[in-house]
Structures are given as C-alpha cells and as structure tokens.
C-alpha cells in the first residue's frame, strides 16, 4: 500500500536523459535453448533477433522467467504470460495463483474465508459441483489442491460432492488424462467408503470444452455448460474412466480435444446437472480459460449462448479471474495485490503510453501488465489498441497472426511523436507453438523477427531506445526430452511433441540511437528475473526506480 509521505514522483536519473521515446517489445513465448531442430527459433530466420543476440553481446543478456522468479511456487513451474506480464509490469515479484492457493490450503485461510462460507450454505441440502482442468501441468490448475479441497470439503459439511473434469494434454503429456481420472476416482471411492456420495459427472478435453479464452469462441463454453450444467453431452456412460479410455480410442483423439460426456446412472440419468440450490467452484486458479464460464455461472444477463436453464446456485471461483469486472464475486482465495506498477508511475510522470497486441495477448500488455487492472490510469496520456485475432481456426493455420499489424501501430504510434512509451507483445511464438506444429512455428517465429525490424526501424528514425525481451518460453523447443536432454519417442518411434511452456531463460536485449553510450548490463545480480525489467524500463526513461523494485539490469560506465 502507498504509505503516508508517499509520492508518485519519480526522482532523475543521475546519468541517462529524459525524453526519448522507449519502445517495449515482447516476444510471447521466446525463450534462449541449445539449437538443434526442434528449437523453432534456431530454424526460422530471424536475422533480427540474431543481431540483436550476436551484434552487441553487452546489451543482449538472459533472464529468468520461470518459477519463483515470476511468484510460482517453485523452480519446476514453468512461467506462463499472465505472471510473467505481472512481473514485467509490476517490477516485483508477487506470490501467483498456485502460490496462493497452496498458501491458503496449507494454512487452511480458505475455509474461514467469505468464499466457502458462502458455498458451504448449499451443503446441507444441494451439490458442490468443482468444475475445472484434471492435472497436474501447474499452469491452470493442480490436482493435488483438488484433492485437498475435496477433503476440507467433506470435513466440513459436503455431503453431496459431483466433479466436472476437464482433460489436458497441454500442459501435460497427451494420454496422461487416464492416470490422472484414476487417482480422482481412487479418492472419490474413499469418500463415499465415509458416507459422502461423491463422484465425477461429467468431462470434456480443454480445448474443446470450456476452456476457451479472449471470447474466441462461446460455442467451446456452451458444450460444457450442456454436459455440467443440464447434465447433456453427445456421449454417456457409466465411469469416466471408461469415458475417458472409450473416447481416446478414436481416431487422431488426444486430451486436448476430447468431446463432452457425462456420467449416467442404471437408468441413463445423468449423475451430476447443476440444479437450484447447488454450490459451483470453477478449481483453476489461472484466469484466462475460466473467464468466459464465470459469466455464464454468473450473469443473469447473460447473451452469449442460449443457456436453457439456470438453477439458481452459490458460485465461487478458486481465485477472483478478473480484478475490475470483478468476476466472479464471490472467491476462495484473494489474489495478489499489485499496486504501484510500472505503467501507473510512468503514466504519473508524464511518459505518454501507447500499448497494442491482438486480442490473445492484449490482456497482457495491458491487464496483467497494470497489476492486473483494467483500463486506463490516466486516458490523456493512454492509448491501447487491440487488433482481433483470428478465431475459428487453430493459429498454426495462419501462423503469421497479426505480428504485422502490430508492428505497424507500433511504427505508426513511434513516428506520430505522440508517445513516450510503445508497448507491444507478439504472440507467433507462443500461440503457434502451442499448436505443436513446428513447420508452423518456423513461419511464426520468422513473422515475429520481421516485426521486430519494422519497430526497430522506426526506433531508429525517431532517435529512441528500444528492450526487447519475452514473457516466458515455448517456442525455442518443441519436444520432450528425457533426463538427458535426448527427444522422447512414442510407441511409433516418432518424436513426442512439447506443446506447453518451457522453464528457459528469455533474453532481454537493448540498444537504439537514443541510448546513453555508456550505458551495459551490469554483472553483479544473482539471479535476474522478468521483474528487473521494470526498473531497467523507468532507466531508460530518464527515471530511478521506486527503492522496492527489483534492480535494474543496467549501469551507466563513466567514459
């Protein structure tokens, strides 16, 4: 919190000037790997990127982006773009989703909070239905804090317990659904082994039930809330674990994309709709992919989908997904409290600020960045502009995206000298590499590299500075590995594909006309992280940061 005395005023920088317009890329998804052929940034041509790495080797440096670097709870937490934004916004580091949610388990805060309070009012006579990804990937959920909450639960008071699972294969190796249903339905016959008639309802793969983001698709939401909430899915059958190896069988499935199912009792009803009088909580605790459910949970106004019934019902989300349309409103872990970003102090010292991604990451370089706030701290000085991303096709079909478009606002917003600061974040490497198609990733990190020279360039023609960094890695290596580093093989001997995030280091480069020629990375940081970035940020216009930033990555050398 800003304590009395306190003071938005940022004091001078000794050394480097005020007044040249920083340019701020992000890379989404491009992290530093051995090169080989499975390190998509290795194969494109990226001659930019290149020059950047190979041209000035103390202005181009790594940083950590991953794990407790980013408030995750450990160094085996791959980074993700809403943490990573946070920390590259917020120049500190804040305990993150998993962290908090394991925090409040461990301490057992989540039970005395307004949240179950409020859901634990259905136990008596309704069903607490937990709706959320079956994994152990850390990224979007976990299902060891299922497990525990699944316990706490029982023990005070659920009588009448119904699991909406969702499959990975994303975060998670492809095929791991099985196991992960086994050991859910190994703890859910040892609650009913105490009486509590508990079971799992209904499921459905991620990315094609529930779990889309950004508005991209409603359709994706509508089949999980036919199979969750009314208790209706194309397929039906007796145990999920049947489902779930039933529906694997055919062909070219993969978790990722299972159809919606539910479970259905002796005479074909389904075990688990979500009925008046029922308590909901949607167990991620990753925002992105649980947005779009929340409002449907929770609106009575609601347009996007025709939703046929709504049973009147106490809904809470594990973690609050969106701080300022403050949904869902009821939530069983407070998030962090991000104040004092980056962004708020510049915009209060006049750095006039332009920010533009398409809609899959504009989030990023505007919520998440600004501590995870919506809108603008001050709309003379802001200007944030979303392209829209394609939707009804996977990314890898038009892997370019709109890293073009971008670029050119960028270009565009730096040549009209109207702005201080442009803030941009390309999603190729990160949303095509998801994909897991490498020939498509090639082309996007080629795309991403082009439109990091049209913002160079225009850099160049104004006599600014540019950073450019990345969030977290993805793209840099599409296969998984054994312990030693060597692909693994599936049973076909073909190689099994890395789709998710990595735990590499991104790099942070910087250079431009407009830097102070003394200016280098400094050497002397233990382990720096996304969050070092801020401090290096406000440096580079002309600004000390605030005393409790994490320091910068710069210094300025006297000749």
């Known amino acids: ?280 909580v949607t167990i991620n605790f990753r925002a992105d992919r649980m947005v779009m459910l929340a409002k449907a949970l929770e609106y009575a106004d609601f347009d996007k989908f025709d939703r046929v019934r709504v049973p009147k019902i106490r809904y809470a989300g594990m973690l609050q997904y969106d701080g300022e349309l403050k949904l869902p409103s009821r939530y069983l872990v407070s998030p962090p409290e991000i104040e004092r970003t980056s962004g708020e102090y510049l915009v209060k010292n006049g750095i006039r600020t332009f920010a533009c991604s398409e809609t899959v990451k504009f989030g990023h370089v505007t919520f998440f960045w600004n501590g995870n706030r919506s809108g603008y701290f001050d709309e003379t000085k802001e200007e944030y502009v979303e392209i829209p991303s394609d939707s009804g096709i996977t990314f890898n079909v038009a892997p370019k995206m709109k890293a073009l478009e971008i670029a050119e606002k960028a270009r565009d917003a730096l040549l009209s000298g109207k702005f201080d600061q442009v803030r941009v974040n390309l999603p190729n490497g990160d949303m095509v590499g998801h994909t897991g198609d490498i020939e498509a990733t090639v082309v996007a990190c080629k795309a991403a590299d082009e439109a990091v020279k049209i913002i160079l360039d225009a850099v160049e023609q104004v006599g600014g500075i540019y950073l450019v960094t990345a969030d977290h890695g993805n793209a840099e290596d599409m296969v998984k590995r054994n312990k030693a580093g060597k692909p693994l093989l599936d049973k076909s001997g073909g190689i099994q594909i890395l789709t998710s995030h990595t735990l590499q280091p991104v790099p942070v480069a910087i250079g431009g006309p407009g830097l102070h020629p003394g200016v280098k990375f400094r050497n002397d940081i233990q382990t720096p992280g996304l969050a070092n970035v801020a401090a290096t940020v406000m440096n580079l216009h002309g600004f000390e940061a605030p005393a409790d930033y994490e320091t910068t990555l710069i210094e300025v050398a006297d000749n």
């Open 1 to 280: 919190m800003a304590s009395s005395g306190f003071s938005w005023t940022l004091p001078d920088h000794p050394k480097l000037p005020k007044g040249k317009p920083v340019a701020v890329v992000v890379l989404d998804g491009w992290g530093e790997a051995n090169a080989d052929q499975y390190n998509c940034i290795h194969v494109a041509q990226t001659p930019v990127m290149d020059s950047l790495k190979n041209g000035a080797p103390e202005k181009w440096r790594l940083v950590k982006a991953h794990g407790t670097a980013v408030g995750l709870p450990s160094d085996d937490d791959m980074g993700n773009s809403e943490v990573g934004h946070n920390a590259l916004g917020a120049g500190r580091i804040f305990a993150q989703g998993a962290k908090l949610v394991d925090r409040a388990l461990a301490s057992g805060k989540i039970y005395e909070g307004d949240g179950f309070n409020y859901i634990k009012e259905s136990f008596e006579n309704g069903t607490l239905h937990l709706i959320g990804l079956l994994s152990d990937g850390g990224v979007h959920s976990r299902l060891d804090q299922l497990q525990l909450l699944l316990k706490g639960a029982s023990e005070r008071g659920a009588k009448r317990i119904r699991v909406h699972i969702l499959t990975d294969g994303r975060d998670v190796l492809d095929g791991s659904s099985v196991g992960f249903v086994e050991t859910l339905e190994n703890d859910l016959s040892q609650l009913r082994e105490k009486g509590i008639d508990a079971q799992i309802a209904s499921g459905g793969g991620r990315m094609y039930v529930t779990m889309d983001r950004y508005e991209n698709d409603w359709d994706v939401v509508k089949r999980g809330w036919d199979a969750q909430v009314l208790g209706e899915a194309p397929h039906k059958f007796k145990s999920a674990l049947e489902a779930v190896k039933t529906l694997r069988g055919e062909p070219n499935a993969n978790d990722q994309y299972l159809p919606p199912f539910v479970i259905v009792d002796d005479s074909g009803k389904a075990v688990g709709p979500v009925l008046d009088g029922d308590a909901v």
